[in-house]
């Protein structure tokens, strides 16, 4: 995780990245609260949500971790040590300036959000500054995500299929011959904290 990306004068903070699906709210429980408030990176969530509701996701992660957690707004830009969750209905993408931007363009793999489109946008803003994190889910969002992520030089970390709840997501982000590593769910914040020490000690 270098920092010679040609966009990255506006914002020299790292990117955490997470999809999931099935049995995903659990999964971000056990990640969030291995993360530490002075996480030196933001953290943008892309978990399938029922449009038919008002979501309450962001009051039930909270507790959990001692990092903000809201839900994504439109024109923000993202801060390290907060949590910024797609909203139901939206895809979460990340604009040329670095702000955060909310889509009502069609679903993609059945889903929005979605993570493809997450993890696409930024990777092409934030490069090498991505660690992008693939959780439980029972299809198969995240692969085209996790090729944009490592064509630009982030890094992929997928949930252990032999552990996660639903293994669609993470199986089929292995499949891509992409990621980096692969890990149990609490396996990840730890790991996430040394990746981010390494590029802070680089």
Same mark, same amino acid.
């Given at each position: 995780?270098?920092?010679?990306? #040609?966009?990255?004068? =506006?914002?020299?903070?790292?990117?955490?990245?997470?999809?999931?699906?099935?049995?995903?709210?659990?999964?971000?429980?056990?990640?969030?609260?291995?993360?530490?408030?002075?996480?030196?990176?933001?953290?943008?969530?892309?978990? =399938?949500?029922?449009?038919?509701?008002?979501?309450?996701?962001?009051?039930?992660?909270?507790?959990?971790?001692?990092?903000?957690?809201?839900?994504?707004?439109?024109?923000?830009?993202?801060?390290?040590?907060? @949590?910024?969750?797609?909203?139901?209905?939206? =895809?979460?993408?990340?604009?040329?300036?670095?702000?955060?931007?909310?889509?009502?363009?069609? #679903?993609?793999?059945?889903?929005?959000?979605?993570?493809?489109?997450?993890?696409?946008?930024?990777?092409? @803003?934030?490069?090498?500054?991505?660690?992008?994190?693939?959780?439980?889910?029972?299809?198969?969002?995240?692969?085209?995500?996790?090729?944009?992520?490592?064509?630009?030089?982030?890094?992929?970390?997928?949930?252990?299929?032999?552990?996660?709840?639903? =293994?669609?997501?993470?199986?089929?982000?292995?499949?891509?011959?992409?990621?980096?590593?692969?890990?149990?769910?609490?396996?990840?914040?730890?790991?996430?904290?040394?990746?981010?020490?390494?590029?802070?000690?680089?």
């Amino acid at each position: 995780m270098n920092s010679t990306h #040609p966009h990255e004068s =506006h914002d020299r903070s790292a990117i955490v990245m997470v999809a999931s699906s099935a049995g995903g709210v659990q999964g971000l429980r056990t990640l969030l609260s291995g993360l530490d408030a002075r996480l030196p990176a933001s953290v943008l969530v892309a978990q =399938h949500l029922r449009r038919s509701r008002e979501t309450r996701i962001a009051a039930v992660l909270s507790p959990h971790t001692s990092l903000r957690v809201k839900l994504a707004e439109g024109g923000e830009r993202p801060r390290a040590g907060e @949590v910024y969750i797609a909203p139901p209905d939206h =895809h979460l993408c990340v604009e040329a300036d670095g702000k955060l931007s909310l889509s009502k363009e069609g #679903p993609v793999n059945f889903a929005r959000p979605a993570a493809d489109p997450l993890f696409e946008s930024a990777s092409q @803003v934030y490069g090498p500054l991505i660690i992008a994190c693939v959780l439980t889910g029972s299809d198969g969002d995240g692969a085209r995500g996790v090729e944009a992520v490592k064509s630009r030089g982030g890094i992929v970390i997928v949930e252990d299929p032999a552990t996660a709840t639903f =293994h669609g997501m993470p199986r089929s982000a292995i499949e891509t011959g992409q990621v980096d590593f692969v890990r149990p769910a609490e396996g990840i914040a730890p790991l996430i904290h040394q990746l981010l020490q390494s590029a802070g000690d680089s």
